[in-house]
């Protein structure tokens, strides 16, 4: 196998073999020191090649690495663990974090990463915070091979830790998911294949970036989540839950980030977080000009998403589609305890009995979603399907029109809560009306 020199301006090698009982330690720090990188190595895996050799190339420091994998010997979409290699990729990527927040290199906590064989490759160990002496680490384990979207994940996770808590080290900052899977997602899918480095797989005939490709691909059939679902999401126990999910993040981060000022207010809450008790009073002060309440940033997201679909494509979706989407729409998920000494079950009930049994506040919450993605049905409907999509943005619009006078009307109003009861009523016969004729038109579509 040819040998291979990389003068990356990575930093000294630290590693060097110290030859224990178990094999050798080979470790190597980045360019700037941040990043240090350990395997331990099996004295049998020390003989396939030589341990990687500092030598001086053009001035610059540089390493001598004799590849143990060539292309074709891996699993697609997944990467192979070398420290060296390791340690340059860590810094493009910090690169990349950097110039898409605007902040400048100044680091004050290390990352160590540790090669683990033991580990499966779908295993990834949480971030763990070390105290002593000398400040501030952060450890983080990784596998042999692992999946080329998992390591710069778990890198940038590491990355945006560091950075939200150079403010408050005392405190584990509240990183919200979003801002972690979407960054990643957006630094992975607008950087050349080169920003993971790899023995044998330097080499590319072609550069692609992926840009919102992933995202287009995923959102043709569905709607993308809406903010609470970003913020606080069910289930991501599949892969393609993950995925859509990673998408819809970069959606949304790629959308903050094009707001006026939106790349100052992302590093701002950033820096913020590990100072505060949440992230959400963080995402709202630091992104005051743009969003008075998480209400607010629902009805952007929900526009903002209705906008994106509109750009992607002109075809209407199947009317059973749209009255599947309808139903999940019109339909509130709820937890049910049947009995005392057993965990919830997960139900559904209507749109209409969350508006007649709630309160005012929690069933605006819910009125509010529905007719967000409503909004994007309307847009997704063929004409035949639309007239009852209308109705329904109408009859819930109106609602929270009557709603919010009654409200603003206030002590003015003689007996304003039973102005409430019959204007409760009212809108939830609507609604009854429009589902009993919603049932029929599903009766007249062809079965799948």
Not at 272 to 296: I, K, Y
Request: hydrophobic fraction near 45%; include cysteine.
């Amino acid at each position: 196998m040819r040998s291979l020199i990389l003068a990356m301006g990575i930093g000294l090698i630290a590693g060097a073999a110290c030859a224990q009982a178990g094999g050798r330690m080979v470790s190597a720090s980045s360019v700037s020191g941040q990043f240090i990188v350990h395997e331990r190595q099996s004295f049998a895996a020390a003989q396939e090649g030589p341990a990687p050799v500092e030598v001086t190339t053009m001035g610059s420091p540089a390493f001598l690495l004799r590849p143990r994998l060539l292309r074709g010997e891996t699993n697609a979409g997944t990467i192979v663990l070398e420290p060296p290699l390791l340690a340059v990729s860590c810094e493009r990527i910090k690169a990349s974090v950097l110039a898409t927040l605007g902040l400048k290199d100044s680091w004050r906590s290390k990352i160590e990463l540790w090669i683990n064989h033991d580990l499966a490759s779908a295993d990834m160990s949480t971030l763990a915070a070390v105290h002593d002496r000398e400040g501030t680490s952060y450890h983080l384990e990784l596998p042999k091979e692992v999946r080329q979207q998992t390591l710069a994940r778990a890198i940038i996770g590491a990355l945006l830790m560091e950075i939200a808590s150079r403010n408050d080290a005392g405190r584990t900052p509240d990183l919200p998911l979003w801002l972690v899977d979407g960054l990643s997602a957006h630094v992975m899918a607008n950087s050349p294949p080169t920003l993971l480095l790899q023995p044998g797989l330097l080499g590319r005939d072609r550069v692609v970036l992926e840009g919102q490709s992933s995202i287009r691909r995923l959102v043709v059939d569905r709607a993308p989540l809406s903010f609470q679902q970003l913020s606080w999401p069910d289930s991501l126990k599949s892969d393609s839950d993950k995925e859509f999910y990673r998408a819809c993040s970069q959606l949304f981060v790629e959308e903050l980030l094009d707001l006026k000022g939106g790349r100052d207010s992302l590093r701002e809450m950033t820096l913020q977080l590990g100072g505060a008790l949440n992230w959400q009073t963080v995402f709202l002060r630091a992104f005051r000009p743009h969003f008075a309440s998480l209400l607010a940033v629902e009805k952007w997201w929900g526009v903002t998403c209705i906008d994106f679909k509109k750009s992607q494509s002109t075809e209407f979706a199947t009317a059973r589609e749209v009255m599947r989407e309808m139903r999940d729409t019109l339909d509130v998920p709820v937890k049910v305890r049947l009995e005392a000494q057993r965990m919830p079950s997960e139900a559904r009930i209507t749109l209409q009995e969350a508006i007649a049994s709630w309160s005012v506040s929690d069933s605006d919450t819910v009125v509010q979603r529905a007719l967000l993605r409503l909004q994007l049905q309307q847009y997704r409907a063929a004409p035949t399907l639309r007239p009852v999509v209308d109705a329904y943005l109408a009859a819930l619009a109106q609602y929270l029109r009557d709603r919010r006078e009654i409200e603003r009307k206030g002590d003015t109003l003689k007996n304003a809560p039973a102005q409430i009861a019959i204007l409760k009523r009212s809108v939830c016969k609507k609604l009854e009306d429009l589902d009993q004729q919603r049932d029929k038109m599903a009766k007249l579509q062809p079965t799948e």
